[in-house]
């Protein structure tokens, strides 16, 4: 166990929905980023957020947005779904926000789009 | 531009065989190098790094991973290998002259151990 929470596990939802996902980091990390992952693209980075600031932004959608709250954790919220978002969404935390930091991974969220 | 190679998409090995997960790398600066594990229904675990120094960085498990710069690999070994290693093999990379770089993954190595 990473110590990194997600919810919810999984999610069914149809096209043209929107969602949130969340996430509670490791107790103490700043840092919280968001990745994507299927089966045509592989992982996928899509946003870094650190105190609350975001830090970097990677692939991610127009459609996609995040934010951290003051208690540190994170929401990645979906809108107008399309079936090509069905992936597993992670969220992994560090500690700070340098290039040398170990992100720890969450279980992450299956969200599956019909 | 940052990129991951893991040329094979599975590797079999008997138990109690040495296993290697290959991993090459390309980065304009100095490569962070990670790689971690994923189980079936799991998040990825974090396996071992390498930042600096050794060139032979040991991890969790049992694993270890030898940087080569020369050959631009980073590739993951174990002594003897166990069924239950039998997962998937993630292989990462940070730009360490970039500050707001993240992290890259390859597209990942099954690993299947057979008894």
Known sequence: DSGVTQTPKHLITATGQRVTLRCSPRSGDLSVYWYQQSLDQGLQFLIHYYNGEERAKGNILERFSAQQFPDLHSELNLSSLELGDSALYFCASSVGGTNTDTQYFGPGTRLTVL | AQ?????EDQVNVA????LTVKCTYSVSGNP???WY???PNRGLQFLLKYITGDNLVKG?????????????????KK????VSDSALYFCAVRDGN???????????????VKP
């Open chain 2, 98 to 112: 970039n500050a707001g770089n993240m992290l890259t993954f390859g597209g990942g190595t099954r690993l299947m």
């Open chain 2, 3 to 7: 990129s991951v190679a893991q040329p």
């Open chain 2, 37 to 39: 594990v994923q189980y």
């Open chain 2, 15 to 18: 138990e109690g065989n040495p």
């Open chain 2, 79 to 82: 002594p003897s290998a166990l």
């Open chain 2, 60 to 76: 969790s498990y049992g694993f270890e991973a030898e940087f080569n710069k020369s050959q631009t690999s980073f590739h993951l």
């Open chain 2, 32 to 34: 962070y190098l990670f």
